[in-house]
């Protein structure tokens, strides 16, 4: 029989698995079935257009010299009223241990970034295992809160900062006028932010609880002790302290202006003054009566007035 060309063949129908093919296999003519076939594409190849994969995808892109991205989507989103995804990962969570995540980014096979099951985002700055980590997340409550949480164990450093760092003379901003900034931080009409709760937010300023200071230390170590604050001593009374309260200290002003009273109560004699001071006090004369006087730098105490 003459050859035909390919061209001349009568077209098939729709194809059957049983459809006989023609192959060159070990240098030999073969035939192979379109079930045969199939199985060959089905399990080695993936489609070049659309297709759904039963299986996992390993790409082995080797020691590379050049850049070379293992997986290159390209994608072209032009329709106004349509929300687009440039990639999915949808998993059933039918039941699963705490630690898992939806996916993760590695470096060495060490986590840098990694989305958990519950939505939270974990940057690592260091990642030895699941038991030895120091990582930032982003967490979130609903109806509650968004959270940004530093968080470490076992290896991981056991106090880690949040620090936020503006470019140049940028400012931290917050909502409703509040801001922390090269000069410090100013609130203008509300902040809600703490320790242990200690602080919270107001209508217009700032609000510390009853058992929150305002503190300092003689170092820039936020860990160093407090030797001076400010303290609420009673309602309509504040202190200043060393950081424990009803341990006072002292507070220098160029000029005090009163609209009401002093009150001063009865103590030891003080040593006296620097020179061209006078300190003003009251003692108990000895014999029950209150009486005010006044200690120069010499050393003399005169009295001022006695009660009656």
Avoid at 17 to 36: E, I, M, N
Avoid at 50 to 70: C, E
Avoid at 110 to 128: I, P, R
């Amino acid at each position: 029989m003459a050859d035909a060309k390919l061209t001349a063949l009568t077209a098939a129908s729709a194809l059957a698995g049983a459809d006989l093919f023609y192959v060159s296999q070990s240098a030999a003519s073969r035939k192979a079935t379109g079930t045969q076939l199939l199985a060959l594409v089905g399990t080695t190849y993936v489609p070049l257009a659309g297709g759904t994969m039963t299986g996992a995808l390993t790409i082995a892109s080797g020691t590379l010299t050049a850049s070379a991205p293992g997986l290159n989507i390209t994608q072209t989103w032009n329709a106004v009223g349509t929300r687009f995804d440039g990639a999915v990962v949808n998993v059933t969570n039918t039941t699963s241990a705490a630690g898992s995540f939806i996916q993760t980014w590695q470096l060495a096979g060490v986590n840098k970034v990694a989305v958990n099951k519950t939505g939270g985002l974990e940057v690592y700055q260091l990642a030895t295992d699941a038991s030895n980590y120091e990582r930032l997340t982003l967490t979130g409550v609903a109806g509650t809160s968004v959270n940004i949480v530093a968080e470490t164990l076992g290896t991981g450093g056991d106090n880690l900062d949040i620090v936020l760092t503006p470019a140049g003379n940028g400012s931290v901003v917050f909502p409703n006028s509040t801001y922390i900034n090269s000069t410090g931080f100013g609130v203008l009409s509300g902040i809600k932010c703490g320790v242990e709760s200690s602080l919270n937010y107001y209508a217009s300023g700032l609000r510390i609880f009853s058992v929150g200071e305002v503190a300092w230390t003689n170092t820039t170590s936020v860990n160093a002790a407090v030797d001076t604050a400010l303290m609420r001593n009673a309602a309509g009374v504040v202190e200043v302290n060393n950081g424990t309260a009803g341990t006072y200290r002292d507070l220098k002003l160029r000029n005090l202006i009163q609209t009401e009273y002093t009150e001063l109560t009865e103590m030891t004699a003080p040593a006296a003054p620097a020179t061209n001071s006078v300190r003003i006090y009251a003692e108990d004369n000895g014999a029950g009566k209150t009486r005010l006087m006044a200690l120069f730098a010499t050393g003399a105490a005169q009295q001022i007035s006695i009660e009656p």
